[in-house]
C-alpha cells in the first residue's frame, strides 16, 4: 500500500512537471515567437546561402538600401552607396557580424503568429536605419581606398548617422580576389565596432580629465618644452619644440613633454581608474552583438612608460566606437546615449512597429569637468585646427598621429558638435593616413558638412 501511494505521488510529481513546461513554453512562445521564426534555421525566410529573403532597408530618408523582389535580394542601385553602406547594411553570406541583414532581422520579418510561414511576403517590414547614405557615401570618397573608419553619430539619441568601415567592396560585384589581395584584408571586420588602435593624442583629453580634477593648481602653472624631457629613467619626446605653454595651449599644441609629466604626477593606479571609468576600456552591446574592448597598462609600470601611457603611445588600445562615445559624453554633461542604428519600423500596411528606447552609458565624465574639457576642445579648433574647413557650429575636436612601424602614422580625428539642433559627436581613424589634423581632420570635416545644412 505504502508503494502505490509513493508511485502516485511520484506520478504527480511529473504530472506538474509537465503541466508547468506546458506553461512554460506557452508563456516562451506568446513572447519569444517571433525570435524563434526568425533565427536562421527556418528555411521559409532565408536562401540557400543564408540570405534574408524578407524585409526592406532604406537609410532614413527613405534611400533603398535593400530589398526583395520576386525571392531575390537587391541592393542599391548605385555602387558607391552599396560600397559605403556595407558594413553597416550586411553582405550577402552574414560574414559581416554587424550587419542590419542578420541583426535587425526581428524588425525585417513581418511575423504573424496566426498566419506563421503563409504570412511571408517579399515586402515584411520596412526597416529605417538611422544613417544617411550620402553622409556614407561622403565618407567612403573621403578615405580614398585607405584603411579605417568613420563614425558619426547622436550623442541624445543613439542614432548612427555615418559609418563606413574600409576596406569595402560592392555587394552586387564582388571582386575574385576578395579572399587573397592583402587590400582586403580585413574587409568583413566593421574597423568602428570590432577593431582597436593605439589612440596616441586622442588620449591627451583622459589625461587632461584627471589633471583637472587630481592637480589642484594645474590651471595656474605654466609647462616648457624643450622637444624632450627626461621622465624616469628615459626621455619622452616631443615633434618640435613648443616652448612656455598654459595647459590649455599645451593641449592644443598636443604636448608630449607636458602630458607625460602630468601622467607621472598623478599616478599610474589613478589613471587606470579615470580609463575604466571613461569607458575606454568598455564592451558595449549594440544589436545583439558586442564593441572590441580597450585595454591600457598604466598601473605597475615605469615612470617612462607611465609617461608614454598618458599620451597614448605606450601598450594604450581603444576602438573607435568606445572613443566616440566618450566625447560625446563630454559634450551631454557626462553620459552618451549607446549607438543604435535603428530610426523606424514599419509594416506592409504603414504602421509604426515599436522599437526600444535609447539607453545611456554610465556617467563617464562628471558634469563640471565635462564642461571644462567642451571649452578646452573648442579651443583646439581656433588654435591647431583650420576652423573654416567646418561647419559654422561650436565644434570641439582632438587630433592624433601615431607613429607605424612601416609606412604612414595612423591619422586620428576625434570630437563633438555642441548644438541643440545637431548634437553629433564623431571619430575617424585612417590607417597609415598621415597627419591627423590634415588627413583624418579633412574627412570628418567632409561629414559634418554633408550633415549640416551650410547657411
Same mark, same amino acid.
Given at each position: 500500500?505504502?508503494?502505490?501511494?509513493?508511485?502516485?505521488?511520484?506520478?504527480?510529481?511529473?504530472?506538474?512537471?509537465?503541466?508547468?513546461?506546458?506553461?512554460?513554453?506557452?508563456?516562451?512562445?506568446?513572447?519569444?515567437?517571433?525570435?524563434?521564426?526568425?533565427?536562421? *534555421?527556418?528555411?521559409?525566410?532565408?536562401?540557400?546561402?543564408?540570405?534574408?529573403?524578407?524585409?526592406?532597408?532604406?537609410?532614413?530618408?527613405?534611400?533603398?538600401?535593400?530589398?526583395?523582389?520576386?525571392?531575390?535580394?537587391?541592393?542599391?542601385?548605385?555602387?558607391?552607396?552599396?560600397?559605403?553602406?556595407?558594413?553597416?547594411?550586411?553582405?550577402?553570406?552574414?560574414?559581416?557580424?554587424?550587419?542590419?541583414?542578420?541583426?535587425?532581422?526581428?524588425?525585417?520579418?513581418?511575423?504573424?503568429?496566426?498566419?506563421?510561414?503563409?504570412?511571408?511576403?517579399?515586402?515584411?517590414?520596412?526597416?529605417?536605419?538611422?544613417?544617411?547614405?550620402?553622409?556614407?557615401?561622403?565618407?567612403?570618397?573621403?578615405?580614398?581606398?585607405?584603411?579605417?573608419?568613420?563614425?558619426?553619430?547622436?550623442?541624445?539619441?543613439?542614432?548612427?548617422?555615418?559609418?563606413?568601415?574600409?576596406?569595402?567592396?560592392?555587394?552586387?560585384?564582388?571582386?575574385?580576389?576578395?579572399?587573397?589581395?592583402?587590400?582586403?584584408?580585413?574587409?568583413?571586420?566593421?574597423?568602428?565596432?570590432?577593431?582597436?588602435?593605439?589612440?596616441?593624442?586622442?588620449?591627451?583629453?583622459?589625461?587632461?580629465?584627471?589633471?583637472?580634477?587630481?592637480?589642484?593648481?594645474?590651471?595656474?602653472?605654466? *609647462?616648457?618644452?624643450?622637444?624632450?624631457?627626461?621622465?624616469?629613467?628615459?626621455?619622452?619626446?616631443?615633434?618640435?619644440?613648443?616652448?612656455?605653454?598654459?595647459?590649455?595651449?599645451?593641449?592644443?599644441?598636443?604636448?608630449?613633454?607636458?602630458?607625460?609629466?602630468?601622467?607621472?604626477?598623478?599616478?599610474?593606479?589613478?589613471?587606470?581608474?579615470?580609463?575604466?571609468?571613461?569607458?575606454?576600456?568598455?564592451?558595449?552591446?549594440?544589436?545583439?552583438?558586442?564593441?572590441?574592448?580597450?585595454?591600457?597598462?598604466?598601473?605597475?609600470?615605469?615612470?617612462?612608460?607611465?609617461?608614454?601611457?598618458?599620451?597614448?603611445?605606450?601598450?594604450?588600445?581603444?576602438?573607435?566606437?568606445?572613443?566616440?562615445?566618450?566625447?560625446?559624453?563630454?559634450?551631454?554633461?557626462?553620459?552618451?546615449?549607446?549607438?543604435?542604428?535603428?530610426?523606424?519600423?514599419?509594416?506592409?500596411?504603414?504602421?509604426?512597429?515599436?522599437?526600444?528606447?535609447?539607453?545611456?552609458?554610465?556617467?563617464?565624465?562628471?558634469?563640471?569637468?565635462?564642461?571644462?574639457?567642451?571649452?578646452?576642445?573648442?579651443?583646439?579648433?581656433?588654435?591647431?585646427?583650420?576652423?573654416?574647413? *567646418?561647419?559654422?557650429?561650436?565644434?570641439?575636436?582632438?587630433?592624433?598621429?601615431?607613429?607605424?612601424?612601416?609606412?604612414?602614422?595612423?591619422?586620428?580625428?576625434?570630437?563633438?558638435?555642441?548644438?541643440?539642433?545637431?548634437?553629433?559627436?564623431?571619430?575617424?581613424?585612417?590607417?597609415?593616413?598621415?597627419?591627423?589634423?590634415?588627413?583624418?581632420?579633412?574627412?570628418?570635416?567632409?561629414?559634418?558638412?554633408?550633415?549640416?545644412?551650410?547657411?
Amino acid at each position: 500500500m505504502r508503494k502505490i501511494e509513493q508511485r502516485v505521488r511520484f506520478c504527480k510529481l511529473i504530472l506538474l512537471a509537465f503541466v508547468c513546461g506546458i506553461i512554460l513554453f506557452l508563456v516562451r512562445y506568446v513572447n519569444q515567437a517571433d525570435k524563434w521564426y526568425t533565427q536562421p *534555421f527556418n528555411k521559409n525566410l532565408y536562401s540557400s546561402s543564408g540570405e534574408l529573403l524578407t524585409g526592406t532597408l532604406t537609410d532614413r530618408y527613405g534611400t533603398v538600401l535593400s530589398r526583395v523582389e520576386d525571392g531575390t535580394r537587391y541592393y542599391s542601385a548605385l555602387p558607391a552607396v552599396r560600397k559605403a553602406t556595407l558594413h553597416i547594411v550586411g553582405d550577402r553570406n552574414n560574414k559581416i557580424g554587424t550587419g542590419a541583414l542578420n541583426n535587425l532581422r526581428e524588425y525585417l520579418v513581418s511575423y504573424n503568429s496566426g498566419k506563421g510561414s503563409s504570412g511571408i511576403t517579399d515586402e515584411g517590414n520596412t526597416v529605417s536605419l538611422s544613417i544617411s547614405a550620402d553622409a556614407c557615401v561622403t565618407a567612403y570618397n573621403a578615405l580614398n581606398g585607405a584603411s579605417g573608419c568613420v563614425g558619426v553619430y547622436n550623442y541624445r539619441t543613439g542614432e548612427i548617422l555615418c559609418l563606413v568601415s574600409s576596406p569595402t567592396y560592392d555587394p552586387d560585384n564582388v571582386p575574385e580576389d576578395l579572399e587573397t589581395n592583402e587590400a582586403y584584408d580585413g574587409v568583413y571586420v566593421n574597423r568602428f565596432f570590432y577593431s582597436v588602435y593605439t589612440p596616441g593624442s586622442v588620449f591627451k583629453t583622459l589625461t587632461l580629465q584627471a589633471a583637472l580634477e587630481q592637480i589642484p593648481d594645474v590651471t595656474s602653472r605654466t *609647462f616648457v618644452c624643450e622637444g624632450s624631457v627626461k621622465v624616469g629613467d628615459n626621455t619622452v619626446t616631443c615633434p618640435q619644440k613648443h616652448g612656455t605653454l598654459s595647459l590649455s595651449d599645451a593641449y592644443a599644441v598636443s604636448c608630449n613633454c607636458t602630458f607625460a609629466k602630468l601622467a607621472v604626477e598623478i599616478g599610474g593606479d589613478v589613471m587606470t581608474e579615470y580609463v575604466h571609468k571613461a569607458g575606454l576600456t568598455a564592451s558595449y552591446k549594440i544589436h545583439g552583438f558586442s564593441t572590441a574592448k580597450g585595454s591600457f597598462e598604466l598601473a605597475s609600470v615605469s615612470a617612462n612608460q607611465l609617461g608614454w601611457g598618458g599620451v597614448g603611445l605606450y601598450h594604450d588600445l581603444v576602438n573607435p566606437c568606445a572613443v566616440m562615445l566618450y566625447y560625446g559624453a563630454i559634450a551631454n554633461g557626462g553620459k552618451a546615449a549607446v549607438p543604435t542604428c535603428l530610426h523606424s519600423v514599419t509594416d506592409a500596411k504603414g504602421r509604426a512597429v515599436e522599437i526600444p528606447k535609447a539607453t545611456f552609458t554610465e556617467e563617464l565624465v562628471t558634469p563640471s569637468t565635462a564642461s571644462k574639457l567642451s571649452v578646452y576642445m573648442k579651443n583646439n579648433l581656433t588654435v591647431s585646427y583650420d576652423k573654416s574647413r *567646418f561647419p559654422n557650429v561650436p565644434i570641439g575636436a582632438k587630433s592624433g598621429t601615431v607613429e607605424q612601424k612601416t609606412g604612414k602614422s595612423n591619422s586620428w580625428f576625434a570630437g563633438f558638435v555642441d548644438s541643440e539642433e545637431y548634437p553629433y559627436a564623431f571619430v575617424v581613424i585612417v590607417e597609415h593616413g598621415g597627419s591627423g589634423s590634415r588627413v583624418a581632420g579633412e574627412i570628418a570635416a567632409a561629414v559634418l558638412k554633408t550633415l549640416i545644412p551650410v547657411p
